[in-house]
């Protein structure tokens, strides 16, 4: 738990820390400790209630389930001097492939019906994908990285963390994942001590190119142009813009579905023109991205489970 005062605070407010990885609670200056262990005896319930919602924390790790673009992706670690590039499940490809190959960024994408999440936050399924009933079925889970450990690992592993060592989980191999119905994986080459880094660095690059591509088309409907598009890994926003239009975006919405992505590119530039939430700004959103709402309601939902997936 985190007690942090802030000068501006009127009262006490308490909030999760993205990805569940604590409690936040926020208070006045010189607050007194009974005040504030009153609160929290007060909201008890509250706190326990939305931590057993957090999904389950996934590490950044060979043979973990990520998704990306909302399709669930398999890290494979095959080492030598390969560029990390995807690749479909069951590809043999050898360390010296030559180039990183992506797919191609849709413009924007109608956004699937959201379905009700559980307290594992069912990323995939909200991204469109049926849950694994057979073998041509598509892979889904929690917090997008737990996601198909059922599948892989037998139903005793669902709550392990794939691809940690101290969870005691062997890490999947390909064939286990065309069985779970994981269509796509990320081969990454070096050393095992460079894993994380690279797969985070390709995330990064992937985040870069879908943000550039959608904030250009959004920037030229509202006949303004970015500063500079800066990618982060930021905690208390998925993105931001200043008033010299500088804007800055986290890079974990690459893996959300695209038209969450687009959501949130239309939501800065949107700031170009009116630098608040007010109704003109909303209306200006919803004008750039007709799937406003539901980009947001997803990011409601699941942003967490975004959060939960970590570097170790």
């Known amino acids: 738990m985190t007690i942090r005062q802030n000068p501006r605070a009127k009262r006490m407010i308490m909030r999760i820390a993205p990805g569940g990885g604590g409690l936040i609670v926020t208070v006045p200056r010189g607050m007194s400790a009974r005040k504030i262990r009153g609160f929290l005896d007060r909201h008890r319930g509250w706190v326990e209630e939305r931590l057993a919602r957090v999904p389950d924390r996934v590490v950044i790790a060979p043979g973990a389930i990520v998704p990306l673009r909302g399709e669930p992706t398999l890290l494979t670690h095959r080492g030598g001097r390969l560029v ?57 889970g929690g917090a997008a990285g737990a996601a198909g450990a059922a599948a892989l690992g037998g139903a005793e592993n669902a709550g392990r963390h794939r691809g940690d060592p101290a969870s ?45 591509e959608r904030v250009k088309c959004h920037a030229a409907a509202v006949g303004l142009e970015p500063r500079a598009i800066t990618i982060k890994d930021t905690t208390s926003r998925w993105g931001s813009c200043t008033h010299d239009r500088r804007l800055a975006f986290s890079w974990r919405i690459v893996m959300a579905p695209p038209f969450v992505l687009d959501y949130l590119a239309a939501h800065e530039v949107a700031h170009f023109v009116e630098m608040n939430h007010g109704p003109q700004f909303w209306a200006l959103c919803e004008r750039l991205c007709p799937d406003t709402q539901a980009g947001k309601a997803w990011l409601k939902q699941h942003g967490s489970g975004l959060h939960a997936i970590g570097v170790g």
Do not use: K
Not at 86 to 115: F, I, N, Y
Not at 121 to 139: H, Y
């Open 84 to 140: 990390t590039r995807l690749a479909p499940v069951g590809d043999r490809a050898e360390p010296e492939a030559p180039q990183a190959v992506s797919p191609p960024v849709a413009s924007r994408h109608r956004p699937p019906r959201l379905h009700a999440a559980g307290a594992m936050g069912d990323l995939f399924q909200a991204a469109g994908m049926e849950p694994i009933r057979s073998r041509d079925a598509v892979g889904h």
């Open 168 to 212: 005691g989980a062997a890490p999947a191999r390909p064939d286990d994942a065309a069985i779970a119905g994981i269509r796509q994986q990320l081969l990454v080459g070096g050393e095992d001590r460079h894993f994380t880094r690279r797969v985070l660095d390709f995330f990064c690059r992937e985040a870069g190119r879908d943000l550039s």
